[in-house]
């Protein structure tokens, strides 16, 4: 079944203290992205990768990191999170040929306290 | 820059009722349109998709109509059912690099 999987689904930690988000998706596709949604806000992307070792930064990278060393993977990183991190994570992987549909995680509610 | 707005919620309707939830968007080039469903606790589901103007997607009775001239792509359901409860986004894609979504509209049906 094609899928992206996220872990962990929920994470509680506490200010500073230093997070990764994994993703994983299994439809070898070479484009995969990361957005936060907050209320009100929609999706907003934080960064994506075009392929292997290509990334960039989309909307709203401040306080994030990404790394991209395999084609499946693409790691979320929270250096020093803050209580304005808190918010719900998706990963997404999209397609090489248009129309660009975007398949999601199930996502990630993250509160830092 | 290209950007999505859709009608604000909440909504809640009854049974049966009408649905029509609004998006109009602003894009240059020629932009793929999406709907996408998010259920409680759940990620976002690709509900109907258009790539080109005057196309209709449909999906699970729910339409949307990619409207050139008015730039816009209303979802629309003739009968909801208390299972269509939901966020609805709406979004476009003009790049393989990014998609756009709107704030998201939550519905509800009430039995």
């Known amino acids: 079944e094609a899928q992206v999987t996220q872990n962990p689904r929920y994470l509680i930690t506490v200010t500073g203290k230093k997070l990764t988000v994994t993703c994983s998706q299994n439809m070898n596709h070479e484009y995969m992205s990361w957005y936060r949604q907050d209320p009100g806000l929609g999706l907003r992307q934080i960064y994506y990768?075009?392929?292997?070792?290509?990334?960039d930064k989309g909307d709203v990278p401040e306080g994030y990191k990404v790394s991209r060393k395999e084609k499946r993977n693409f790691p979320l990183i929270l250096e020093s999170p803050s209580p304005n991190q808190t918010s719900l994570y998706f990963c997404a992987t999209k397609r090489e040929e248009g129309p660009y549909e975007q398949y999601f995680g199930p996502g990630t509610r993250l509160t830092v306290t | 820059g290209n950007s999505v707005t859709q009608m604000e919620g909440p909504v809640t309707l009854s049974e049966e009722a009408f649905l029509t939830i609004n998006c109009t968007y602003t894009a240059t080039g020629y932009p793929s349109l999406f709907w996408y469903v998010q259920y409680p606790g759940e990620g976002l589901q690709l509900l109907l998709k258009?790539?080109?103007?005057?196309d209709k997607g449909s999906n699970k009775g729910f339409e949307a109509t990619y409207r050139k001239e008015t730039t816009s792509f209303h979802l629309e359901k003739g009968s909801v059912q208390v299972s269509d409860s939901a966020v609805y986004f709406c979004?476009?894609?003009?790049?393989?690099?990014?998609?756009?979504f709107g704030a998201g509209t939550r519905l509800t049906v009430k039995p």
């Open positions: 990768s075009m392929n292997v070792e290509v990334t």
């Open positions: 979004a476009l894609s003009v790049h393989r690099r990014d998609m756009r």
């Open positions: 258009a790539t080109k103007a005057d």
